[in-house]
């Protein structure tokens, strides 16, 4: 089950270029990106209407695609405009176009109803391509439901056990009880650890200062397209960062992590980290993107593992815990989204 | 679905040698192939009637096959003719032998009720065998639904656009309306391309002639056993080959290319391209071959691209285009070939 | 369908140390293997009762395992004694602990209901720990039903074809028409060859003695955990072996062979194959170990091959041959304790 009325992130702007048809899967739909003579991206679904081949293993032919099995021609609205020995094409072989729009370096789909496809609905992801911040596009491809990867990001306790050695390094974290909030889109969690004694471990040797530190990850989750945007960072203890002080000496972070149902069992996870200290090191933003990504990994093999037992056993009889708040809170509100979403449906349907 | 009165081709001569045991699946069931003493073709069901050992993986002993389990031994006709330890071999031990044919280099097993396999139904394929004609014979094993093969070969407009560089080159083909015919087997098309200015591509730097061709393919497919036989060739343009002339110059071909179901979503490919020209040039031959292999992969990978949307997808919704009308037809005499036969088969099994 | 109360092997002892948590599934249930701080093994439901992450990517910590996911805490009783964040664990959190003995070599646990899990019905299998016996220890996965591969124990017939060249060498023994008994646990079966030419393959080489040769295999599968224990051997013919005699130049052996359902298509076989002579020669035992794995590998390529015919076609229509009595009994008694156990299941839980 998904939301479809949204804007979902399909592909960093940079995977598609040239003449590049490039095929991907988005809420089990079947898609194929690519850019227009103009450089503005379409994206088709991935199928000739005719006998069904990819056109994906097709040919870009100026704004158009031609399907290579029987040669049908569709331009980036789906429109068939050309089949082969024809002056006309037959009737009903258009295919279905998604809206698009392309910002923040990564290009949006709508995978819904097209008529409520507002580009003011994407959701703002302006540090991940922001001057005053260095940040390196990532992906992932998670082979489990995007729901876990979700949950995940709900519940930071996790940072203690399964990133001990990267972006956790304190018991603290899981011992905090954070602020959970809901807001109009989703929800909002609050996290404060003031006066730790180490940093973080993927921070180590990076360090803008030494002694105690006041770390925090605050956080929001947009259920609209699963986007998860993050203020976090660590400051020098007693400076004020709770009070919302941010000294120079402070390593700030703007964590973007978007979460795209590849199908009911497999995600795309895009991802950026992006700095706002010493941030025309290159070398420095390569080496925290490395980390981070040793990081992610370690969520993915746990989440992965869970996703099998899942897969095995059912998810019927999970226990409740104390940590479990944001996660219940986000669960509800996805739930209800997505009812209200299928309740519409047969009103859309009659009204379109 | 598959239609099972009918000869069908199970494997190459060549692949059934000495004491080998060659296990393949044909319309879903498991049969093993073998030669007896005096080298003719025995196939019988790969499944020994004790505790369902393969036999492939037994032993021939004489005209008979050995389950290498615990010993049974069945002859060609699946007869059990020995148990170890017994005198006489228990009740109801036999197995299901297959009628066969060895013609025209291939090995043809009778899928269905054995009281109707007659050898003079084994469909003609001399030119694969005919000594004024030379061809190497080839084989490949697609992942697909041998209808799917077959709509292909329906459709010749593909050769615009999947074999462009290969068997292709000219966008003739694809502007061309065929002739269609029902024959009293199957589906007779007849496809014209006069006075093309480029030879097609795999036939460069092999050429007899120079200047403008006209170019054909005149194929018929035999629904039965899924045989497509076919005239091609290029001849000097307004030399009469339209009209029935074929002057020396002329590069002729008679292809051959027969889809054995291996089960609802496999298929077995055995085909030859014999030429007329050159022929006592093995060094032409095998170029010719390489290039048509070429040229098939072509069709394997569009083929099986095509699959796999329609394993995900259903294939309900197709289009339909001017260039359908033989694939259409084809459809319509194999459904109602399977039709007839399914609708025969409580009379045949009361009569039997 | 599994007996479920019954000891079950489930691990070599050597095969869990240190702080190691070995993931293994038993009758389907996913368990992981772990020793406490005294040595002794303990074995858990292999899931974290919060979000279901399975714990052997967790940490052993003291007699107890930590779920690396969120940290909950479980003893060796299954008990969830820490919750990070929490003084105590919130209800509910507890997980499936199961009986455990550690006997002769190998780590038994019980699969079905806890308190009728008596350490004195773990079977006897002290050959394979015994210093006057000398043997190694082995593992074979098996992607089969655990009832075909006890099938295969039940009529040594097999040994003539499928073991031509190591384990059997003779035809008499699928001649021989072995005796059958039932016992109080399952099934004995009694086979002599008296006055054999030729040693078995795979003991060419290492003969104590030369001429004729009285061979037997004496065996008895107890039901119960599925264990066949036999004692097998070659003597000098007309030395007195069926009698009773085993005269000093005998080469004797004591076969532990174990298997233990994974699921219903895949199996754990837990083997030794110990001898008494020689038996400080480890070379001779390693040797020996080596031959005998070559021929347990043709079992599991011959059951492997018959597995994937009963996947495609099932398993009605099998026939039935004078060597398939002792197979047959056992097939009943199997399913008569099946069906008594699963009858008894409402009782007991009503009861418990």
């Known amino acids: 089950m998904f939301l479809r009325n949204a804007w979902y992130a399909g592909a960093w702007g940079h995977e598609v270029e ?11 739909d079947a898609v194929v990106f690519y850019r227009k003579s103009d450089g503005s991206a379409a994206v088709l679904r991935d199928r000739c209407s005719h006998r069904f081949a990819p056109l994906s293993i ?17 331009d980036a609205d789906g429109v068939c405009v050309e089949e082969p020995g024809k002056s006309r094409p037959s009737p009903n072989l258009d295919i279905r176009a998604y809206p698009v729009v392309e910002r923040w370096k990564l290009i949006w789909v ?12 994407v959701p703002d992801c302006h540090f991940q391509d922001d001057p005053a911040w260095a940040s390196i596009p990532a992906y992932i491809h998670y082979d489990a439901d995007y729901r876990l990867i979700l949950d995940n990001l709900m519940d930071f306790s996790h940072l203690t056990f ?3 050695n990267t972006l956790g390094g304190s018991a603290t974290i899981a011992a905090t009880r954070p602020k959970i909030e809901q807001t109009d889109g989703g929800v909002r969690i609050t996290r404060w650890y003031p006066g730790e004694p180490e940093i973080a471990p993927y921070l180590r040797g990076v360090e803008t200062f030494q002694g105690p530190i006041d770390r925090w990850n605050i956080y929001e989750l947009q259920i609209a397209g699963n986007v998860f945007l993050m203020d976090s960072g660590s400051a020098p203890a007693g400076t004020g960062a709770p009070e919302g002080v941010r000294v120079p000496q402070a390593m700030q972070f703007r964590a973007t992590q978007i979460v795209t149902p590849e199908d009911e069992h497999h995600s795309h996870f895009f991802w950026t980290y992006a700095h706002n200290f010493d941030i025309s090191n290159a070398d420095l933003t390569r080496k925290l993107a490395a ?4 990081g992610f990994q370690e969520d993915k093999d746990m989440i992965e593992a869970q996703q099998k037992v899942i897969d095995e056993y059912g998810e019927d009889g999970m226990g409740y ?5 944001g996660l219940a809170l986000f669960r509800r509100l996805l739930r209800a989204r997505i009812d209200a979403e299928q309740g519409q449906a047969p009103k859309l349907a009659a009204a379109g």
Do not use: Q, S
């Not at 097709?58 to 049908?72: I, S, T």
């Not at 980390?291 to 040793?294: C, G, N, V």
């Open 162 to 164: 399964v990133h001990e």
């Open 58 to 74: 097709g040919r870009k032919e100026g704004d158009c695609v031609r399907c290579m099995y029987h040669g049908l021609v569709f």
């Open 291 to 294: 980390r981070l990504t040793t």
């Open 321 to 325: 815990i104390f940590a479990d708040n």
């Open 18 to 28: 040239g003449d590049k048809l490039l095929p991907r899967k988005l809420l089990g």
């Open 110 to 121: 709508w995978m819904g109803d097209p008529a409520l496809a507002d580009p003011d609905l």
